[in-house]
Nanobody, 123 residues
Framework: QVQLVESGGGLVQAGGSLRLSCATS????????MGWFRQAPGKEREFVAA????????YYANSMKGRFTISRDNAKNTVYLQMNSLKPEDTAVYYC????????????????WGQGTQVTVSS
């Protein structure tokens, strides 16, 4: 079992930046491919980014490419999402997830989930 806890969300103006963290505990963090998803009210859970077990490969949704950066520190059992040039449409609850499939873009491919952290971008 893996436990995931997100932090770093908040209210930011358009054009600003936030850095989300996802701290994990339980089984060996480096065994898992990690991903970030988001869900806005009334919308489906949406893929944001993913990173391979050792952080060599990263994957992004097209709308986030160039603005968001996913990274991980296996020594700290933590995955990060640096978000720059934020837009009001980025407002959502952001979730981190862990699973066995590298680069998976569908939320059902992940086995473990955090509780989410709210990101609100004002115009």
């Amino acid at each position: 079992q893996v436990q995931l806890v997100e932090s770093g969300g908040g209210l930011v103006q358009a054009g600003g930046s936030l850095r989300l963290s996802c701290a994990t505990s339980g089984r060996t963090f480096s065994n898992y491919n990690m991903g970030w998803f988001r869900q806005a009210p009334g919308k489906e859970r949406e893929f944001v980014a993913a990173i391979s077990r050792r952080g060599v490969n990263t994957y992004y949704a097209n709308s986030m490419k160039g603005r968001f950066t996913i990274s991980r520190d296996n020594a700290k059992n933590t995955v990060y999402l640096q978000m720059n040039s934020l837009k009001p449409e980025d407002t959502a609850v952001y979730y981190c997830a862990g699973g066995a499939n590298e680069g998976a873009r569908w939320w059902t491919m992940y086995d473990y989930w955090g509780q989410g952290t709210q990101v609100t971008v004002s115009s």
